[in-house]
């Protein structure tokens, strides 16, 4: 059967999702990668794969783009929320992924709101490689780290425009520090319910806008004391909103949409591929 997908995208940032709902996983490291290859298949920082789940309207697998699996993508579970929302013709519901169950909404606006489950500030959670305050790191610059099913480092910084974001951002994200690599963050406070945010994705590079990372971004400044619960997160693509009590789960609110459907070629895929 040939694989089909919807490609979206969250102010920019891209993702590709798979509808593998009554069929078994199509979906390996293998093909992610020759799926997310920008030159020779469709491309996208991240994909997501809709499977069958006893208590949740589907279960969210997640790949990046050179075909390593992670556990959390805000832009494309909202984007799957977005998908499953129009079929069933509910403004609510709930997905799980490997955070556990994530609660989504679709505000007055259009735009989804979902629940990332609460961050983690063991230093064998982000994870990072020695016991250490995840609060203030031994790096120049003095960032902090979280994660929110991965790792996030953020640097804060006082003028975004000097900071060269392709010449930092891989030495950060490959320091011996994180055994699993990290997201990097330049953060700058416009006031303490706005940030500029630029990403460095682990694994991927410069990215337009990315959710967790968001998240991420304003939880460490929240614990920096720099931030308010509801923080506006305007990204090189676009802008989203984060919330946290400072305790339960971290909330992202965003625009999602569709750019279009396809069905994958069957010279991308390995022979004999079984599709969804």
């Known amino acids: 059967m040939p694989l089909s997908f919807h490609k979206m995208h969250a102010n920019g940032d891209d993702f590709v999702i798979v509808d593998a709902r009554n069929a078994a996983n199509p979906i390996t490291g293998d093909i992610a990668r020759r799926l997310g290859d920008r030159s ?15 208590d949740a309207q589907a279960r969210l697998l997640f790949w990046n ?13 909202r984007g799957a929320a977005d998908r499953l929302m129009h079929e069933a013709n509910t ?20 735009a989804i709101a979902i629940s990332m489950g ?32 991965n790792p996030h480092c953020s640097f804060f910084v006082d003028d975004l425009a000097a900071i060269d974001l392709a010449a930092i951002g891989p030495g950060i994200e490959t320091h011996p ?9 330049f953060v700058q406070v416009i006031d303490r319910a706005h940030i500029r945010l630029r ?31 509801c923080v506006e997160v305007e990204c090189d ?13 971290v909330f992202l609110t965003g625009t999602v949409a569709l750019s279009y459907s396809g069905v994958v070629a069957d010279g991308l895929l390995p022979a004999g591929f079984v599709g969804s």
């Open 237 to 249: 693509g676009g802008t989203v909103t984060v919330q946290w009590d400072g305790e339960g789960p």
């Open 40 to 54: 020779h298949g469709i491309g996208f920082n991240q994909l997501a794969v809709l499977l069958d789940c006893d």
């Open 118 to 149: 609460a961050p983690l500030f063991g230093w064998s959670d982000v994870p990072l490689a020695d016991a250490m305050d995840t609060a203030v790191l031994p790096l120049a610059g003095g960032p902090s780290a979280c994660s929110m099913g």
């Open 199 to 229: 990403i460095w994705e682990r694994w991927g590079g410069i990215a337009l806008g990315s959710g967790s990372c968001s998240c991420g971004a304003v939880v460490n400044g929240i614990r920096r004391g720099l931030l308010d619960p």
């Open 177 to 185: 520090l994180f055994p699993n690599r990290t997201n990097v963050h």
């Open 91 to 110: 403004t609510s519901l709930t997905l799980r992924s490997n955070r556990g169950l994530l609660t989504c909404e679709r505000t007055a606006s259009g």
């Open 65 to 77: 783009a050179d075909g390593s699996p992670l556990d959390v993508c805000g832009s494309a579970t």
